[in-house]
Antibody, heavy 124, light 108 residues
Framework: QLQLQESGPGLVKPSETLSLTCTVSGGSITSTTYYWGWIRQPPGKGLEYIATIYYTGLTYISPSLKSRVTISVDTSQNQFSLKLRSVTATDTAVYYC????????????????WGQGTLVTVSS | SSELTQDPAVSVALGQTVRITCQGDSLRGYYASWYQQKPGQAPTLVFYGKSNRPSGIPDRFSGSSSGATASLTITGAQAEDEADYYCYSRDSGGNFWLFGGGSKLTVL
């Protein structure tokens, strides 16, 4: 059974960089079928797509966050990571990592396995 | 438009049928996927594409699409179906992905 687990600091100061890692177990991050993504959810609000990465390093990042986000993959550790620079209180959210299936020719895209999420609070 | 629009609140009587809709220009060219989220839990995929229901999801959950509107239908809603539901798809240009604003389903 595939499992994803987010890890990283739960508290980040304003203007600093939020760094999270997602560890994948029960499957290989180098599978050619899947991408790997990050989604966040501010307290009491809806889901927001952040970014997706393929094991080759190919990335897709939401236009609204593109200037502050870096996403990377470490195939030796079966992990992928998110960095969000210059954070403010509005970046306070539960951050989820998930397996991303995107079949463009079939016009289908979805997240089928999710981590439990990790709350990151931006505060001094 | 690059947005996916959902009704913020939807209600259904126990055992009845409810349709949760998602509107957006991108849905004319891309299928939606649907997620159920209960308080304090990660979202769960409940339907995707034209006719795909993940393993373990009850068959009372179904999906459809017509023009710029995708729908998730729950036939015979149960108390445990009370949750937030989100649609998800690509933007109309096919360049990135986005979620709808979510619909809070209340089972009366």
């Amino acid at each position: 059974q595939l499992q994803l687990q987010e890890s990283g600091p739960g508290l980040v100061k304003p203007s600093e960089t939020l760094s999270l890692t997602c560890t994948v177990s029960g499957g290989s991050i180098t599978s050619t079928t899947y991408y790997w993504g990050w989604i966040r959810q501010p307290p009491g609000k809806g889901l927001e797509y952040i970014a997706t990465i393929y094991y080759t390093g190919l990335t897709y990042i939401s236009p609204s966050l593109k200037s502050r986000v870096t996403i990377s993959v470490d195939t030796s550790q079966n992990q992928f990571s998110l960095k969000l620079r210059s954070v403010t209180a509005t970046d306070t959210a539960v951050y989820y990592c998930a397996r991303h299936v995107d079949a463009v020719l079939a016009t289908i895209s979805f997240f089928d396995y999710w981590g439990q999420g990790t709350l990151v609070t931006v505060s001094s | 438009s690059s947005e996916l629009t959902q009704d913020p609140a939807v209600s259904v009587a126990l055992g009845q049928t409810v349709r949760i809709t998602c509107q957006g220009d991108s849905l004319r060219g891309y299928y939606a996927s649907w997620y159920q989220q209960k308080p304090g839990q990660a979202p769960t995929l409940v339907f995707y594409g034209k006719s795909n229901r993940p393993s373990g999801i009850p068959d009372r959950f179904s999906g459809s699409s017509s023009g710029a509107t995708a729908s998730l239908t729950i036939t015979g809603a149960q108390a445990e179906d009370e949750a937030d539901y989100y649609c998800y798809s690509r933007d109309s240009g096919g360049n990135f992905w986005l979620f709808g604003g979510g619909s809070k389903l209340t089972v009366l």
